[in-house]
């Protein structure tokens, strides 16, 4: 009729305010140990799919910084250095060279942007190589440019969202103070989840002309033939003048490293959230095993063992901790989009897809964790109540 | 020995507190027998060591000497201690116990508070009368209050019923009416006695109760950790 588990789960709701302090606080340890492994897994594979959709393994950019050059192949940045188209030549001569395209950056301040303004990323390519290097991007609304060197532009998903333009609207740009130049959207792509989305694509040549850099481009493409060996080639590349070679490769791991610091300090908080919880959850028990000992000594001298004693504390514990992390992965997963945002502004680059994944196997792992810290903090308590002497409660009375 | 109607014989009981330096002898070479289906009382002035004694008449401690059997079988003796494991085992299956403070549990009904002991065990021939019983201690119609929401002597009443699901031989209650005004003394009294007679339990009380102490069939009076010369009531 009445079981073990109803003395312990009614035994929670006794003191209900602690209860509640106690299952908040674990299931925010819950909540940011579940967003950060999401995190972790998550920051990779979104790395992983921006490269891959970047359609080409090796960028040519001028000579500078090498995380600069990362950063700039990946999103785009200010302070660009410009190279001369000629030197397309020269990389076209190579035979591991399947396939190559000139690419233009140019970040542009629009004042109509948000609130106070923003920069709007322009990316000037060339209509003849950037669709088949590109073969993989689709369109929403209408396509590629129709003249080389119109003043057209293909918007990437969310760049159009956030202008709300439609194919066939149209898009000004100021490219100096006082001067204004009306574009033509002719096409809007779909989603993909890459840094495409957010981009403003147009032809080379246009923009080069209304930017006065005429024959500069910022950077190189190159597909590489299928069977050719990207790090000899890559030493090839290098004796160009003035270039700098950058490997998708080597991206990643320039970036990774870049990360791991931050993962390391994350990583930290983790484990001080689960601690901070684990002595929540024990002080908890313990609190309400002292106040209990005299009802403790009562239910043994009914009949209980010392084990029983021991999984009536423990069962409380195990409770606080299942509730406390179910819902605690239940928000990460609920707010795993405002986690995504605000990680997104404390790392120096993040990918553009969503960096915190969080799946049932993370669910359920994180959980476990969870309930495994609990049954630990829980051992204390649960022993120190299986200890008490029915004599203990009756003496109680004496006094 | 024989077991013949013997539920407790106890041969020079000893308990012997450490507090500091001093050494008390709060149970004194008592010996005594209680007979199966006996009403026994103790009196004595505070301190005497009542407590002590029916502790140890009832499993809860272990003794410092002398020995201890139940219905026959000795469970001290020659200075052997038992596990707490091996006490509660004898515990469970021979008593029910009765306290003072009541200590039912503030946050289950009356019908989970009676039924408590069967979470951890329930003895073969457990009562499943269990509305009977409670109507008996006249706790019908409170199945599903509250302990906050009963009276003291209803709350007595319910920690009786507890003490009596897995029908004990033997009952315990030291002090049970010391929280209870006269007349709620009177109607526990009254229900201690009508176990005793009529489900032929074995009751053993302590009291400062002079009317509780007259509905035993026997009073003992224990003075500085011993039977005095005169035993209030002679064996019945
Ligand atoms: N755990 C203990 N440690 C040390 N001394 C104790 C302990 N329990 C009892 N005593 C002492 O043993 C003596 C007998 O105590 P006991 O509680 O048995 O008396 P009592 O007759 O039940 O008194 P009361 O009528 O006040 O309940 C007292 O002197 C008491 O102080
Ligand atoms: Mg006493």
Known sequence: ?399 | MTTNGIAIDAKNLVKIYDRGSERIAAVNDISLQIRTGEYVSFVGPSGSGKTTLINLLGCLDNPSAGSLAIAGTEIFGEGRTLSERMLTTIRRERYGYIFQNFYLIPTLTVLENVTLPFAFYRKENARDDIDRLLSHLGLEGRTGHLPGQLSGGEMQRVAIARALVNRPEILLADEPTGNLDSARGAEVGAVLKRLNEEEGITVITVTHNPALAATAGRTIEIRDGRIAERAVTPPA
């Open chain 1, 1 to 399: 009729m009445i079981t073990i588990r109803t003395i312990a789960y009614k035994n929670l709701l006794r003191k209900k305010t602690r209860t509640i302090l106690t299952v908040v606080g674990i299931a925010l340890s819950a909540w940011v140990l579940s967003s950060l492994f999401g995190f972790n897994r998550g920051y990779e594979s979104a790395l992983n799919k921006d490269i891959d959709n970047m359609g080409f393994q090796i960028m040519v950019t001028a000579k500078g910084c090498p995380y600069e050059a990362a950063t700039l192949m990946l999103k785009g940045g200010t302070g660009l250095r410009y190279m001369n188209e000629d030197i397309m030549k020269d990389v076209l001569k190579h035979q591991e060279v399947k396939q190559i395209t000139p690419m233009l950056m140019q970040a542009v301040f629009d004042p109509n942007k948000g609130e106070s303004g923003g920069m709007s990323a322009y990316l000037g390519v060339d209509p003849t190589t950037i669709a088949s290097m590109k073969g993989f991007l689709e369109f929403k609304q209408g396509a590629w440019f129709t003249n080389p060197e119109g003043l057209e532009v293909v918007m990437g998903y969310e760049a159009a969202e956030l202008e709300q333009r439609e194919a066939g609207d149209l898009l000004l740009v100021t490219p100096q103070p006082g001067k204004s130049v009306e574009l033509k959207v002719v096409g809007i792509l779909k989603r993909t989840g890459t840094q495409d989305d957010g981009t403003i694509f147009i032809p080379l040549k246009t923009l080069q002309r209304l930017f006065n850099n005429t024959g500069k481009i910022t950077s190189i493409g190159v597909k590489v033939q299928k069977e050719a060996d990207i790090a000899a080639f890559e030493e090839k590349l290098y004796q160009l003048p003035d270039v700098q070679v950058v490997s998708l490769v080597q991206v990643k791991r320039t970036i990774i490293s870049l990360v791991a610091t931050a993962r390391v300090m994350v990583l930290s908080i983790a484990v001080i959230a689960i601690l901070i919880a684990m002595i929540g959850v024990i002080n908890t028990i313990l609190m309400s095993v002292y106040e209990r000992y005299q009802e403790i000594g009562i239910i043994k001298s009914m009949g209980a063992m010392p084990g029983d004693v021991f999984r009536l504390v423990w069962i409380e514990t195990m409770i606080l901790c299942l509730v406390g992390g179910v819902i605690g992965n239940a928000a990460a997963v609920a707010l795993a989009q405002a986690t995504d945002v605000l990680i997104k502004r404390l790392l120096p680059y993040t990918p553009t897809g969503s960096i915190v994944q969080i799946d049932a196997t993370l669910f359920a792992v994180t959980t476990a964790i969870i309930v495994g810290v609990g049954i630990l903090s829980g051992l204390y308590p649960a022993w120190k109540a299986s200890r008490v002497r029915p004599l203990e409660a009756i003496r109680g009375e004496v006094s």
